[in-house]
């Protein structure tokens, strides 16, 4: 653990899906999430719509406002059904990971119907588009493609909610690969890191992060992550992780 003084702590709540995402509710607009996030003690969120990122950049907008620091991504799933996280610093970046998103999603058409609205809101809470491509497909790229491009970006990649049944990594490949190059891994509510690493001793040396993965305002903040941070920046957040800076 990184032995520096005057850090501070800010508590981060990294996997919130916005009404972008077709089981997002109506009311995750960029002003909802963020004057829940603000009303739940959050420093930090995370904005990671199902294989887009196209909401970032509006809820960017709203927490820039009120002093909400704005992690803009992903949630990615890859070939194997694994879902994964996927963040990064610049809009550059983060444009070319949506360019990578949008090469690799399967071109099938959403059913409002069975799967829910996929709405991009602007920040002053107009619904600019409704997106017609589903987006809960899995891409056509592995998990190691999909980490390869994260890193070339400088992004952080984090395999999601790995204590569920479903749609984890270890749901379904069964193991965390050693050759995988993630930068945390994520568990939901339900379970503390001490209970997990009993329950997988072998991945004891990995950061864990803890997130509501909000898909509906009361959701936000039910579970979030104490980083120990110089400033609140991407790079500090980046190196909280890396030298063991969380809670």
Not at 22 to 40: N, Q, R, S
Not at 152 to 159: A, K, S, V, Y
Not at 166 to 180: A, K, W
Not at 188 to 207: E, N
Request: charged share 20%; with cysteine; proline share 5%.
């Amino acid at each position: 653990m990184d032995m520096i003084p005057d850090l501070s702590v800010f508590r981060a709540d990294w996997h919130i899906h916005t009404v972008l995402s077709p089981c997002g509710d109506l009311e995750m607009t960029p002003c909802h999430i963020v004057a829940e996030a603000k009303a739940h003690g959050l420093d930090i969120i995370g904005i990671c719509d199902h294989n887009t990122t196209r909401q970032c950049a509006e809820v960017k907008k709203v927490g820039d406002r009120a002093n909400l620091f704005v992690l803009c991504g992903a949630e990615v799933t890859t070939r194997e059904e694994v879902h994964c996280l996927a963040f990064f610093e610049t809009p550059a970046a983060l444009a070319a990971f949506q360019c990578f998103l949008d090469a690799h999603l399967p071109p099938v058409a959403n059913r409002v119907d069975i799967f829910g609205h996929q709405l991009l809101v602007d920040a002053q809470e107009r619904v600019l588009e409704s997106v017609p491509q589903l987006l809960l497909s899995a891409l056509t790229k592995s998990i190691d493609e999909v980490a390869a491009e994260v890193h070339r970006l400088d992004g952080l990649f984090i395999p999601a909610h790995i204590d569920k049944a479903q749609h984890s990594l270890l749901s379904q490949l069964g193991f965390v690969p050693r050759d995988l190059q993630v930068d945390a891994l994520e568990l939901t509510p339900r379970v503390t890191t001490d209970a997990f690493i009993r329950q997988h001793p072998a991945l004891a040396g990995y950061p864990f992060i803890h997130s509501s993965d909000a898909h509906v305002p009361d959701e936000i903040g039910r579970a979030y992550t104490e980083l120990r941070l110089k400033e609140c920046t991407f790079k500090e957040i980046k190196n909280a992780l890396h030298h063991g800076r969380t809670a």
